[in-house]
Every structure is written in structure tokens, then in C-alpha cells.
Nanobody, 126 residues
Framework: VQLQASGGGLVQAGGSLRLSCAAS????????VGWFRQAPGEEREFVAA????????VYADSVKGRFTISRDNDRRTVYLQMDSLEPEDTAVYYC????????????????????WGQGTQVTVSS
């Protein structure tokens, strides 16, 4: 199983980035997907998650209204559109998958996820 995260970079506050997470080696439609982030010296933090059909997204309060998670099952890819970025959003962003049944969303606990990508750095300058 491989999860390849990409799309990170350096952006000014107020700008936008779109992260991608391309999956291979698994039956993608069996898995819900989450995005997490980790800033230096901090614990890994939940950002957003989506169920295996692309519905019922959930977000951390800190990103609600600014970030949008979506997925394209034909492309086996999950996206995280990040708008109105703030310096506090600076972190390494990780995607992760969890096998679920029906429309269950994996949730915010990183311990329940099965597979993790390598991370992509997002830096927001003030």
C-alpha cells in the first residue's frame, strides 16, 4: 500500500493550496480517508476526514469553513483544498486511510488508521 501526498509549498497568509493524496495497492473504495497535520514540537492533529463514497466530510474546528476535503474514486485520490491560509496552518500534512463499512467516517483518532502517507510540508508566511 502506498499513499503519495503532494501539493505542499510556501504560501503567504490568505493564500490557497490544494493537497493531493494518491493511493495504490488497496481497494480504494473500501477506505475512508483522513488528513492530519503535525507542526514542530506538536502532536499530530486531525484536520478532516471523508467517507469512502465522498460524502459526510468532517473538519476540525480550526479549519472549518476554510478547508474542503473531497475524493475522486476513479483517480484513487483524495484532495484537501486549503483557502484563507494562516501562519498557524504551517505543518507537515499527512493523509491516512482506514478500512470502513458503509458510510462510516474514520474519525479524528490517528490510532485507528491503517495506512499513512509520507507527508507534505505546508508553510504559510505572515
Amino acid at each position: 500500500v502506498q499513499l503519495q501526498a503532494s501539493g505542499g509549498g510556501l504560501v503567504q497568509a490568505g493564500g490557497s493550496l490544494r493537497l493531493s493524496c494518491a493511493a495504490s495497492g488497496l481497494t480504494f473504495t473500501f477506505y475512508g480517508v483522513g488528513w492530519f497535520r503535525q507542526a514542530p514540537g506538536e502532536e499530530r492533529e486531525f484536520v478532516a476526514a471523508i467517507n469512502r463514497s465522498g460524502g459526510s466530510p468532517v473538519y476540525a474546528d480550526s479549519v472549518k469553513g476554510r478547508f474542503t476535503i473531497s475524493r475522486d474514486n476513479d483517480r484513487r485520490t483524495v484532495y484537501l483544498q486549503m483557502d484563507s491560509l494562516e501562519p498557524e496552518d504551517t505543518a507537515v500534512y499527512y493523509c491516512a486511510t482506514k478500512r470502513v463499512i458503509s458510510s462510516v467516517i474514520p474519525g479524528p483518532d490517528p490510532r485507528v488508521y491503517d495506512y499513512w502517507g509520507q507527508g507534505t510540508q505546508v508553510t504559510v508566511s505572515s
